[in-house]
């Protein structure tokens, strides 16, 4: 891992995607960033769906402020930073705004610039993308050091996140995945599905997978989108809850590794 002109040991950059929508996602980067700020790290979570955000709602926020104003503005993405708890910020994106989503080269690469200079006091940096594989999805996952793909049993689920791992591997020379399957009945039904996903994924792409984690499908899930606030804030007992402590554990290892 490179270093930061101050000295400090850059940030592990993850990228959170999915190849389709409604997989949960986004519920995924909002509570794994409460759990890595739980067990101290210092995170800041990006909404990288910047044409139809959705973090702050999950989160229950009014934010005025977004990396809208950065890309048209110049703003420091610095100044757009929420505190969600100690440890875990936000940088919100906008939502209804269509030219968000479809970045020039040129916009793309200034907003690498801007955002590298905000990152550097942290620890993680987890990017929500939007689901698919759109320009901003692929950008991003290339930007990332990491990248998780989050799927669910859902047939179509694993047809489209095969197809974005497809290409972000032959496009981008992406090899390392840490998969996450999401909304299971068991953790059993969890495994199968990674193992069938492996397989797939070995036999056609060469592409061994990592398991980071299953999380089962549970009413503190539903709960948490409705009242719009983590389940790991929530309901920091419950299963999905102890599942992604478990995850963000997995990770730690990451913030020291080069």
């Not at 005025?64 to 110049?74: A, P």
Request: aromatic share 6%.
């Amino acid at each position: 891992m490179s270093k930061s002109s101050a000295g400090q040991t850059a940030p592990r950059i993850i990228c959170i995607s999915s190849g389709k929508g409604g997989v949960g996602k986004t519920s995924m980067a909002v509570n794994l960033a409460v759990a890595l700020a739980d067990q101290g790290k210092r995170v800041l979570l990006i909404d990288g769906d910047l044409g139809l955000a959705n973090v702050d709602i999950l989160l229950g926020l009014n934010t005025r402020h977004t990396l809208q104003e950065t890309v048209e503005e110049g703003r420091d993405p610095a100044d757009l930073l929420v505190e969600i708890v100690p440890g875990f910020s936000l940088l919100p994106a906008s939502s209804g705004v269509p030219e968000m989503a479809s970045l020039t080269y040129e916009e793309q690469a200034f907003l690498t610039e801007m955002l590298d200079q905000v990152i550097g006091g942290f620890d993680f940096v987890l990017v929500d993308t939007a689901a698919g594989i759109g320009d901003s999805v692929l950008w991003f996952n290339r930007w990332a050091s990491e990248n998780i793909v989050v799927l669910s049993p859902d047939p179509t689920a694993l047809t489209d996140a095969y197809a974005l791992i497809k290409v972000l591997a032959s496009r981008y020379n992406r090899r390392r995945f840490h998969l996450v399957i999401n909304s299971v009945a068991s953790k059993k039904e969890g495994v199968a599905v990674f193992d069938n996903m492996s397989k797939v994924l070995g036999t056609f792409l060469k592409i061994t997978p990592l398991l980071l984690g299953t999380v089962p499908l549970d009413r503190a899930v539903s709960n948490a989108i409705r009242t719009q606030k983590p389940f790991m804030l929530a309901q920091p007992d419950s299963r999905p809850s102890l599942a992604v402590a478990s995850m963000a554990s997995s990770l730690l290892p990451l913030a020291a590794t080069p």
